[in-house]
């Protein structure tokens, strides 16, 4: 289901019909679109659609996913587990600025929210990874975050006669590398945030967004931020370079540049590119950017407007953004999903 791409190539429907538009009526705005009897304009349409309510994932291999997700036995040494960095309970995500692991190339990078992941066409911040379980194998593997072995890893659950069990009652093959790695993936696809209020707003609940956050809405489509940030998950299935308007420097304060893409491509062109995230649930995930360097939403939206479209918002204007940027908060389990505590 997931491919990579270079940075910025995309094109999606919305923008071959505009591409056409532009080809077939020279000179014409996109309003000659809302010509009697022609289709709605690209413009009008939502660039984004909603979470569906349920995913369709089987509720052993989810029940047995949740628990090998929380279980620090996972890791060599017992010393964490995926909900360490992932709080389900606290936004998916650790709220520190980087997360707590060793990593040279890349360097250590801000924990995405693990909610809404298998919405996103491409995971880390790199696209460095397509699949679900191939990647939970390597961050088991991974020496300076799991620091799991399979041998070690098989023997534990082996010898806990209840995970014995629940795989011998999911699986037809019971207890496998395979099986494992196919209940955390399951589990992650279970983790989907629907009923935000812009999704209410966008099944066509009216009120579901007050006045202000629909104007933040139409600032958010016509400033733009709508061409990288749109889709299911408001962003995931593109790479972008971190900086088109301006340079962005030197990473954050005291640490080296990330180049983003390039560690997985090795194309000048994908130097300094990063996924662009998912948006949603973001006004509960600060720190916000690959290197955790904006602690408030006011920041992040300042910065982007700046950085990526060339423009100076008012200070209203980023005030609007950042309301309409707080009705993405979804539900998890019927519950608001809630900001990660205080970073240690
Ligand atoms: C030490 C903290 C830490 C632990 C433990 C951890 N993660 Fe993560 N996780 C991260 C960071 C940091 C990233 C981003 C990595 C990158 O972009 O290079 C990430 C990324 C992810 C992503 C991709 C998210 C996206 O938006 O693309 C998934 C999926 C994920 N982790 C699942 C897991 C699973 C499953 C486990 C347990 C097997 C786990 N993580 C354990 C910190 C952690
Ligand atoms: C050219 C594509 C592009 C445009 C346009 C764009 N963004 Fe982004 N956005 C990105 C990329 C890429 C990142 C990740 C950058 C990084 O961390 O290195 C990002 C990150 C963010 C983040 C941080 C998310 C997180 O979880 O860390 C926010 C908030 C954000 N953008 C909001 C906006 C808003 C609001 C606008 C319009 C004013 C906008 N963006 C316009 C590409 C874009």
């Known amino acids: 289901m997931r491919r990579n791409r270079g940075a910025g190539a995309r094109l999606t429907p919305g923008w071959l019909y505009r591409l056409c ?3 077939l009526v020279p000179g014409l705005s996109l309003a000659a679109s809302t010509l009697p009897g022609s289709p709605p304009a690209p413009a009008q349409r939502d660039p984004i659609s909603p979470v569906p309510l349920q995913a369709a994932v089987d509720p052993k291999r989810l029940a047995l996913g949740e628990r090998l997700f929380g279980d620090v036995r996972l890791s060599g040494g ?10 389900l309970d606290r936004g998916g995500m650790d709220g520190r600025p980087r997360a707590d692991m060793a990593s040279a190339n890349p360097p250590p990078r801000n924990t995405p929210t693990i909610f809404n992941v298998s919405l996103s066409a491409t995971l880390n911040w790199d696209g460095g990874a397509n699949d679900l379980a191939e990647h939970a194998e390597r961050v088991l593997l991974n020496p300076g975050l799991m620091n799991a072995t399979w041998p070690h890893l098989l023997a534990t659950l082996q010898a806990d006669a ?11 093959a019971g207890l496998t590398q395979a099986n494992v790695l196919d209940a955390l993936a399951s589990f992650e696809r279970s983790l989907l945030t629907p009923n935000s209020r812009l999704d209410r707003h966008l099944r066509g609940e009216r009120n579901a967004l007050t006045a202000r956050e629909q104007e933040g809405y139409r600032l958010f489509r016509s400033y733009g931020c709508a061409t990288c940030h749109q889709g299911i998950n408001v962003g995931g299935n593109m790479y972008q370079r971190f900086g088109v308007f301006s340079e962005m420097g030197a990473g954050a304060p005291g640490m080296p540049v990330d180049l ?3 560690y997985v491509t090795g194309a000048p062109q994908d130097h300094q590119a990063f996924r662009v995230p998912s948006l949603r ?8 950017f690959h290197d955790g360097r904006d602690r408030t939403l006011e920041g992040a939206v300042e910065r982007m407007a700046r950085v990526q479209l060339g423009r100076t918002l008012s200070q209203e204007e980023t005030r609007l953004i950042v309301q309409f940027l707080h009705s993405l908060t979804g539900e998890y389990r019927g519950r608001p999903v809630a900001a990660p505590r205080k970073a240690p």
Not at 281 to 288: D, G, I, L, Q
Request: glycine share 6%; proline share 6%; net charge positive.
């Open 21 to 23: 538009l532009v080809c």
């Open 281 to 288: 649930n973001v006004a509960v995930t600060s720190p916000y």
């Open 78 to 87: 017992h010393a964490r587990s995926c909900a360490t960095c992932h709080p």
């Open 162 to 172: 209840s995970y014995v069990t629940a795989f011998g009652a999911a699986y037809e």
């Open 260 to 262: 983003g893409r390039y």
